[in-house]
């Protein structure tokens, strides 16, 4: 058995239940299809994922959110020319 397709993968997504994802880039069709399912994307997040995740949970992580940890805290905002 080979590789997944684009089309197995997203099935295999929404097949184990999920309905979030936090990703740092996705394709116009995934993001469709996937929204199309129920899955919520919150996309073109860069940076630390434990930093993404506490403000996901928070409420207040966004699509283009660059989050980066520095010492004790957690720096984020918006990257610079994202609309």
Known sequence: MGPL?????????????????????????SLNQLGNRGVEIVHD??????????????????PGFCCERRGRRGLCGWRRGYK
């Open 45 to 62: 997040v860069i940076g630390e994922a434990e930093v993404a995740f506490n403000l996901f949970m928070k409420g207040r992580l966004r």
């Open 5 to 29: 397709t684009l089309p197995q993968r997203l099935e295999q997504i929404t097949s184990n239940g999920v309905d979030k994802v936090i990703c740092g880039g996705i394709d116009g069709f």
